[in-house]
């Protein structure tokens, strides 16, 4: 069977090459009909007169603003999105010359350059050029979602002062909505500054653990959904934290502690001319109902230590280096010692210690899997040669790497086999025999 299957996996391996080729014919052909076609009605009047028209950015040729409708017949989509794709090409072709011509040489997905030009679109030509030029060496071994938040970051350095303008136009937009009833239920989006959001996050999470210990039965995703409707009714979510963070405060948990006279009598001193649950004093410390936000944020410098104008916060993504001094101040910030992995002792028992984890964790930004989608945050820590009890020193740096559940559970029944040549370099053999090296930079096949 596993002679058939390898047959198949190389089928199938052959014809995903031949939509890669497609795709990129498809690039170059957009480019050539765009820059031959037109409607030749010269003998209209001239308000009627066929026009050119940009589609792409700056430095691409104009157009027939006709040219979407035709493409929208032989590209069997709407003309929107027939100008859309006609704006990929041309960006590509016009403002990022050596990404167009390594997709011509398929070394590089057609979809994957169009979204990496359309990133760069703000930027001016020679830049965007230099852009992806560095970024095209490396984005081959990298997931999608690592491939790009790379090169944010390398446009947030080629012009970190257009990055921060474009902070600051986005920051105006902030807004929260509700929106869109459906059977029951509303869409809730929104737009945020970081900090605000990942706070936000906590608090919902917070509470949500809160009403687990009452309604086990609901899911985490439900749970949070009312989590953050209890958050919209600021006395009884602080009712909530008050009982969870004082629970001697109660004798008997009850469903709702806003109203109840236990509660009152017991939580809160009253004041009889208050009106409503708002009032009564807060016994438990502020900072004890203010949800922990553990956020890591790293800073890069240049080989003279001057900061590269961008910083990385985790689970956020990267935003500039000025923004973060601006978001910063007022807040209690505790700096961590820099983790030096090689200094890191050897274990013996099963589960890594809190620092050894810890340090795991912050060398491997995602999991040590193919094309890494997952963040090493929440994810298992895992021995890549099986622990054996009895055997000391095997709980360390080079036997150690986070992966998520579905290759933790592929690796340990030995369906796909992996080994740790040194620390941070991951050899993976998958069950058809075909081999990836995977390390902190991305995944490069073997075969």
């Known amino acids: 069977m596993t002679e058939v299957a390898r047959r198949i996996a190389e089928q199938l391996r052959s014809a995903d090459e031949l939509r890669r080729v497609a795709e990129a014919n498809t690039v170059a052909l957009l480019c050539e ?10 003998e209209v009047h001239e308000i009627l007169a066929e026009r050119k028209v ?3 950015g700056a430095g691409t040729p104009g157009v027939s603003e006709f040219i979407a ?10 003309p929107m999105a027939a100008a859309t794709k006609l704006a990929d090409a041309l960006n590509l072709k016009y403002r990022h010359p050596e990404l167009f011509r390594a997709v011509r040489l398929f070394e590089v997905e057609p979809a994957r350059a169009c979204k990496a030009a359309d990133l760069c679109s703000g930027l001016p030509q020679e830049v965007a050029e230099q852009v992806t030029s560095r970024w095209l060496g490396r984005q081959g ?6 491939a790009f938040n790379w090169l944010k970051k390398l446009i947030i350095e080629a012009d970190p002062a257009r990055a921060a303008a474009r902070e600051v136009k986005q920051r105006a937009d902030r807004g929260v909505h509700v929106w ?33 210990v009452e309604q086990p039965e609901q899911t985490r995703t439900i749970l949070r ?13 602080l009712a909530l934290l008050q009982r969870a963070a004082q629970p001697s405060l109660l004798d008997d948990p009850v469903d709702d502690p806003v109203g109840d006279p236990a509660f009152e009598a017991g939580g809160q001193r009253h004041d009889p001319h208050c009106l409503g649950a708002l009032c009564g004093t807060i016994t438990a410390p502020l900072s004890r109902l203010r949800p922990t936000l553990e956020l890591a944020v790293h800073i890069h410098t240049d080989a003279v230590g001057r900061l590269t104008g961008a910083a990385r916060v985790d689970k956020a993504g990267h935003i ?9 101040p007022g807040l209690d910030v505790k700096v961590q010692p820099v983790i030096d992995l090689p200094e890191l002792p050897a274990e013996d028992q099963y589960v890594p210690s809190v620092p050894l984890k810890r340090g795991i964790l912050l060398a491997f930004d995602n999991d040590m899997f193919l094309y890494r989608q997952h963040r090493s945050q929440g994810l298992d820590v895992d021995h890549t040669r099986s622990h054996r009890p009895g055997r000391r020193g095997q709980t360390r740096v080079g036997n150690l790497a986070p992966l998520g559940r579905t290759a933790h559970r592929a690796k340990t029944n030995r369906a796909w086999r992996v080994d740790q040549p040194r ?17 902190t930079t991305g995944t490069r096949p073997l075969d």
């Open 33 to 42: 009909l765009a820059e031959e076609y037109s409607v030749g009605c010269d």
């Open 54 to 56: 940009t589609v792409g």
């Open 69 to 78: 409708l035709e493409l929208a017949g032989l590209l069997r989509c709407t």
């Open 141 to 146: 071994k990298l997931g999608w979602t690592a």
């Open 180 to 212: 869109g009833l459906y059977e029951g239920v509303m869409n809730l989006t929104g737009r945020l500054d970081v900090l605000d959001a990942r706070y936000l996050d906590a608090a919902v999470d917070r509470v949500a653990d809160i009403l687990a």
């Open 225 to 237: 959904a009312k989590a953050l409707g209890v958050l919209a009714n600021p006395a009884y979510a």
């Open 320 to 328: 500039t280096t000025a923004l973060l001094a601006e978001l910063l």
């Open 423 to 439: 620390p941070g370099q991951l050899i993976w053999s998958s069950p058809l025999g075909l081999t990836y090296e995977v390390t």
